[in-house]
């Protein structure tokens, strides 16, 4: 997935002076608010900012802020008493614009011109992926089909669906994300990236989507591989004659450019960090293009900017400590749409700028959007948004894995919300649980917070995201750190261990050493798939196809000797595979075989670690773990709409249906055993085949509210 692209638990306690200055207040106000986003003891954070209020006196701006969040964190309560607060902060806080805004949002509040906002999905299902734009007209869109991983033009009119390209779409080793794409405003033409591996090069390649059929591409920009990683298109110019590109280069540089779409020429604009932009638009009248960029060392931050197309000249326009995401210009030129997470929610809001500057304080469109990327807004100031909509959450839940029994609903089970995230991993002692959650507005997984609980439930406290990627980890042996193999925000690959207490990480190898689920022994812990000594290893040889540049899994079963580094033969498999997982008291190896067929076709299997006769468990699982008794292997098996957890003894007993559903996200984890073996915790969710949606939201500007 693509970059787009938060620690103690404790009381809030606030220690607010009758004399304290405006300054101060605002700070106490910031520090409640951050610990009401780690913590989420909402009640805690409600007695701060009541607290906050009673002493502002005459510091309006700062109790209407407070009196904001106080009414957010009832309205997350359920609790009616969030009516009743954004009544009072229209009747004595209008003065106040922002807070106003947000009161009259939320109660549906507006004069006798407005019309009343409207959102609707225009597209769903599980095989759409959002990273296109739409035209001028509304009447297209773009995106990759994510069954056929071709790029598809979707007429919005119409209700069908017109494959741009044909034929596999080929990966770079290390980078299998779908591309970009852009239509012209025109609606005649789209471009996309292409990866070309057996060529060495990366392209940017345009096609005219008239008439009917698979449209012939041309090729406008090829950049080699050793040079560059992505070319991937943002926005066309309104007279389709420049293409607004991000690069990212090998080196780590990312770079905003444009390339000229009659001859293929980039003129670089800008050089950033290796994370780039997170997307860029142009003015409608062309002289100016709009984009965000995240912090140097984190991700919850970013700014708005807006730079002149020749390069010559650039101004912050949105510099509030939040994340701040580029969504679009307004029709008429005059404003800069971003969403923004400043009250707690992911909001759209717009700020006016003038000759590429920005003109007074940001004002609140529409609260809760629920989407940080947009495809664009249309002539008539329809704004389309990419949503994932299906309600995921962590879930622990007794077990009893002797009896094949599990239940989701006793009193100590508990249930967190996590958007995107997922991959729970129990500390070593069982008393802590680490996993990943995502915010419901994103559409990535990849760079989500870290967070970490009590077994029963508790929440110790969320890390601040200072890693770009780090899906995979395991938790050290002392409890002090996560590990795995990622990448920070420099771009740089390799092992990171992060500090559970302050979230900072630190590199610790080249990424190479590392394998999951555990760390290698110069991490304090054994291997994955070693022996209880460390002195052997299990794996399957893995080969790169010199044709394709891509690894491809072997096919013998082997021991490595560590200390020599060679590897004996334990089974010679007549088809090839990739996962191998050691019981573990060492004893017994799992592992798959490829069958023909595909992946319904692929065969578990079990063989005595010293070699002999596998034993075939079952066929088109995925996601294998051992019970902590080494007697039995957990895994998921595919149903119709519905993934179910499933215990397989090694012994020759009857598989058992353990009654769980799990979400089996891309690139996570979706389930853990805790060490004692009598608790599971897994990843939940919806299970509708409609969980990735395009939606469009409407009469949210001020302009277009007026024209109708």
């Known amino acids: 997935m693509r970059v787009m692209p938060f620690v103690r638990v404790g009381i809030v306690t606030v220690l607010v002076s009758v004399s304290l200055s405006a300054q101060n207040l605002s700070v106490e106000l910031q520090r409640i608010t951050q610990q009401e986003t780690v913590t989420g003891d909402l009640r805690a954070a409600i007695d701060g900012y009541k607290k906050i209020v009673a002493r502002a006196g005459a510091n309006r701006e700062v109790a209407a802020r407070a009196l904001v969040r106080m009414a957010e964190c009832y309205q997350k309560l359920g609790d009616s008493e969030a009516q009743r607060i954004y009544e009072r902060l229209l009747r004595e806080y209008g003065d106040q614009k922002d807070a106003a805004a947000i009161a009259r949002e939320r109660l549906g509040v507006r004069d006798a011109t407005s019309r009343v906002a409207s959102e609707r999905a225009v597209l769903k299902g599980p095989n759409v992926d959002g990273f296109g734009t739409v035209s001028a007209d509304g009447r297209y869109l773009t995106y990759v089909d994510l069954a056929t991983r071709q790029v598809t033009l979707r007429d919005v009119k119409a209700g069908t669906d017109r494959p741009l390209t044909t034929g596999p779409r080929e990966v770079i080793v290390g980078r299998d994300v779908d591309p970009l794409t852009a239509i012209s405003r025109d609606g005649r033409q789209v471009a996309f990236e292409w990866a070309a591996p057996k060529t060495g090069e990366i392209e940017l390649r345009i096609v005219n989507v008239q008439g009917t059929g698979v449209p012939e591409a041309r090729r406008l920009l090829a950049l080699p591989l050793d040079d560059a990683l992505e070319i991937a298109p943002f926005d066309w110019s309104p007279d389709a004659k420049w293409l607004a590109v991000a690069v990212q280069r090998k080196d780590l540089v990312g770079q905003l450019a444009l390339v000229s779409v009659q001859d293929g020429s980039l003129r670089v604009l800008k050089s950033t960090a290796w994370n780039g932009p997170h997307r860029a638009f142009f003015s409608p009248d062309g002289r100016y293009l709009a984009y965000s960029l995240s912090g140097d060392d984190s991700l919850d931050e970013s700014r708005v900017f807006v730079m002149a197309v020749d390069g010559s000249r650039e101004s912050t326009v949105v510099d509030y400590p939040s994340r701040n995401i580029i969504m679009g210009w307004s029709p008429d030129g005059t404003s800069v749409l971003f969403g923004s997470d400043r009250t707690g929610s992911f909001g759209l809001w717009s700020v006016a700028v003038s000759d590429g500057q920005a003109r007074g304080a940001a004002t609140l469109l529409k609260a809760n959007i629920g989407s940080s990327w947009s495809l664009g807004v249309t002539a008539s100031g329809t704004l389309y948004v990419w949503k994932q909509t299906m309600a995921r959450y962590l879930q622990v839940a007794p077990i009893d894995v002797g009896m094949g029994t599990a239940s989701a609903t006793k009193a100590d089970s508990f249930q967190a919300f996590l958007g995107p995230g997922g991959n729970p991993v129990w500390s070593a002692d069982g008393k802590y649980l680490a996993y990943m959650s995502g915010l419901t507005d994103e559409n990535v997984e990849c760079c989500s917070t870290f967070s970490i609980r009590t077994a029963d439930g508790s929440l110790v406290r969320k890390l601040p995201r200072r890693l770009a990627y780090l899906q995979r980890f395991s938790w050290s042996m002392d409890g002090r750190a996560l590990i ?10 390799g092992t990171y261990r992060v500090d559970v207490q302050t979230g900072e990480p630190t590199r610790i190898g080249d990424g190479d050493e590392f394998m999951w689920p555990n760390e290698t022994p110069d991490h304090r812990t054994r291997a994955a798939n070693t022996t209880i000594d460390g002195t052997k290893l ?77 034993v075939e468990l079952a066929r088109g ?17 595919a149903r119709p709409e519905r993934q179910e957890l499933w215990l397989i003894p090694i012994d020759g007993g009857a598989p058992r249906n353990l009654g769980i559903e799990v979400h089996d996200s891309s690139g996570s984890f979706p389930f853990s055993m805790r060490p004692d073996g009598r608790r599971i915790a897994f990843v939940a969710g919806n299970s509708s085949p409609s969980w990735s949606e395009i939606w469009t939201i409407e009469n949210v500007l001020p302009e277009a509210r007026a024209s109708k």
């Open 484 to 493: 795995g193999r990622g990448r920070d925000l420099k771009g740089r690959w």
């Open 621 to 637: 699982v995925r996601r294998v773990l051992w019970t902590p008794d080494s007697r039995a292997l957990l895994v998921l098996k």
């Open 538 to 614: 299990y794996h399957r040889a893995m080969s790169v196809n010199p044709s394709t540049g891509i690894a491809e899994p072997g096919r013998h079963l082997l021991e490595r000797e560590l200390s020599s580094g060679t590897d004996r033969v334990i089974f010679e498999d007549t088809a090839p595979g990739a996962a191998v997982f050691l019981s573990p008291d060492t004893r017994h190896i799992a592992f798959s075989s490829n069958l023909p067929g595909g992946a319904p076709n692929t065969a578990l299997r079990v063989i005595p670690a010293g070699g002999g006769v596998p």
